[in-house]
């Protein structure tokens, strides 16, 4: 059981779960922490958790299986991202219809509040997103047509690191301009094809914002939109990798170029990442 569940969840309780995505550093941790404890103080709320849907501790999957196992019976999930997105009601249906199958055990009712709104105090977020009454989610699988998919063609994938240095140093605005310019020039059926998708560390950190290009597996560093521009232009639609982005896998430490060039020391967002790593 995850510590943060074992001693908060009195049996048959009615129970808080604050759901965020993803969160890698201690900063989001005790904002989580912080809207917890103002969750825990709201009138009603007999316990209050929180959990991540993706990359961060406690797990969804942990937190739902130590409240099922202390026996609450009444579980209010609250959305905190941003933006909110239509597919992640269904999404967390059918994940939470999946794990209550392989589970023998009683269940609570489940309801999804409204997102959590970021423009109020947290306190008065909490109080109006839990007052919403939402009602119980349905987890009863229901027999829907299978649908097929169809395997994709495409020649190319890009990664796009996601870590904790590429994050600081923007991998979310690359990240953008890249699926904005393959939908504007339709990259997954232009030239030989190009799918794109995020990544965890690719291994170059000191090279954030870090891009990764197959089949080649081509290493590219210090990425911005400009960057992912050239790349788009000579790489996936003219095949030729881009020198001057590119590092390739010497054996031995590299910084980026531009760094090497210029007596600037390293930017203060990438200091501080590293002093608290
Ligand atoms: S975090 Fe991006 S390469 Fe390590």
Redesign the pocket.
């Known amino acids: 059981m995850s510590d943060a569940a074992a001693s908060l969840v009195p049996p048959g309780a009615s129970s808080v779960l604050l759901l965020a995505r993803s969160a890698i550093s201690a900063p989001p941790l005790k904002e989580m922490e912080r809207f917890r404890a103002v969750a825990a103080a709201l009138p009603g709320v007999e316990c209050a958790l929180f959990a991540f849907s993706e990359q961060g501790s406690p797990s969804l999957r942990h937190v739902i299986d130590d409240l099922v196992t202390q026996g609450c019976e009444r579980l209010t999930i609250v959305p905190m991202q941003l933006p909110f997105e239509a597919s992640f009601q269904a999404w967390l249906t059918r994940t939470l219809i999946r794990w209550r199958g392989k589970d023998g055990r009683p269940w609570p009712e489940i309801t999804v509040a409204p997102l959590l709104a970021s423009d109020d105090s947290a306190a008065q977020a909490l109080t109006a997103t839990l007052a919403s009454n939402p009602a119980p989610l349905a987890l009863e699988t229901s027999k829907t047509a299978v649908e097929g998919s169809i395997v994709p063609s495409p020649k190319r994938r890009v990664l796009v ?1 996601m ?4 994050n600081v140093a923007g991998a979310e605005i690359v990240w953008g301009h890249l699926r904005n310019e393959q939908e504007r020039l339709s990259l997954r059926t232009a030239g030989e094809g190009t799918m794109s998708a995020k990544s965890s ?5 000191n090279l ?1 914002p ?1 891009v990764q290009v197959w089949p080649e597996g081509t290493y590219y560093g210090g990425v911005d939109e400009a960057g992912i521009d050239a790349i788009i232009a000579r790489h996936l639609l003219a095949g030729e990798p881009v020198p001057e982005l590119a590092y390739e896998a010497t054996g031995k430490k590299q910084i980026l170029r531009s760094k090497a060039a210029s007596d600037d020391p390293e930017p203060l967002h990438l200091q501080s990442y590293r002093n608290r790593k």
Request: with cysteine; glycine share 24%.
């Open positions: 690191c870590g904790g240095p590429c560390c690719l291994g170059p950190c954030a870090v």
